[in-house]
């Protein structure tokens, strides 16, 4: 969406409320990226993401014709999608709550060894590769909903503090001390715990059948190695957006954006061609 002038973004949103479908395809090609990286990252896993996302884009179907222009496009998609998965009960994690704590007593205390062969023919640096971006993603389920949504803003997206804290509805001020807490709370755990972003003991590679035999991973199915990895540039135009907040040197490399699965477009698709898409016209 950053391609396109505030002018050129409010004339295709008066087009698809007036129902011309193109108008509204192309708005939902250009936020639909941002859409499920927001929710892969504040809801765990790859299948509650796609659910949340296909949610959030009806949502913006059918609430467009709200959009008056008062801020851009973009922060007026976030603040719908901010507001439905911070009140998201469906996904897994909201049944079963992470803590740091207990996320580290599984690292330290965890019984790697004597477990068999469970990669089913899978490469392991394939495995461990899944298993870290899964880890880390799912370590962000130990923050509290308000905590994680300010860390992806603020670390991922790299949301200017002013926009971020309209979006929350806090002050700039608050966002950027809130930020800096969370950012030293992750990268604390990640340098005590992780060998792979710390100095910690615990390695990718030595815990995948541990992994496998917990249903952390399946090697029949590699959400984020085979999912295609696309610059944080083309999901939003971060060019001199992010402040200063604090000093860390960790960069939290393991927020990658990845392109929205097929099936995102096609269920959408399969309601913008459906009499469905008609009733929400005329409404």
């Known amino acids: 969406m950053n391609k396109k002038t505030n002018q050129e973004l409010q004339a295709l949103v008066d087009k698809a409320t007036a129902g011309d479908k193109k108008a509204l395809e192309t708005l939902i090609a250009g936020v639909q990226d941002i859409v499920f990286n927001l929710s892969l990252r504040m ?7 796609e659910d949340a996302t296909q949610d959030i884009l009806l949502k913006m179907i059918t609430h467009l014709s709200s959009f008056k222009g008062e801020s851009s496009f973009t922060t ?41 062969d469970l990669t089913q023919n899978v490469e ?17 389920q130990c923050l509290d909903m308000e905590s994680r949504c300010i860390f992806i803003l603020g670390t991922m997206f790299k949301i200017d503090s002013r926009i971020a804290g309209d979006i929350l509805e806090i002050t700039p001020e608050a966002y950027r001390q809130r930020l800096s807490r969370i950012r030293r709370k992750m990268a604390d755990f990640l340098e005590q715990y992780c060998g792979e972003y710390g100095s910690g003991q615990c390695r990718c590679k030595n815990r995948v ?63 913008l061609d459906s009499t469905q898409f008609s009733i929400v016209q005329n409404a």
């Open 124 to 140: 392991k640096e394939i495995l461990a590769e899944e298993l870290k971006m899964s880890c880390t993603n799912v370590m962000l």
């Open 43 to 49: 809801l765990g896993t790859f299948a509650d993401a």
């Open 209 to 271: 059948n541990y992994a496998i035999q917990n249903h952390r991973i399946n090697p029949l199915q590699l959400d984020y190695t085979e999912a295609a990895e696309i610059p944080i540039e083309t999901v939003l135009d971060v060019k001199n957006a992010m402040e200063h907040i604090d000093g860390l040197s960790q960069d939290f490399s393991f927020c990658k954006p990845y392109q929205s699965p097929e099936r995102i477009k096609h269920l959408i698709q399969e309601f």
């Open 76 to 116: 007026w998609i976030f603040r719908i999608a901010v507001n439905h998965l911070k009140n998201y009960k469906k996904h897994m994690f909201a049944h079963y709550p992470l803590s740091f704590e207990f996320y580290g007593d599984d690292i330290v205390n965890g019984t790697v060894g004597d477990i068999p």
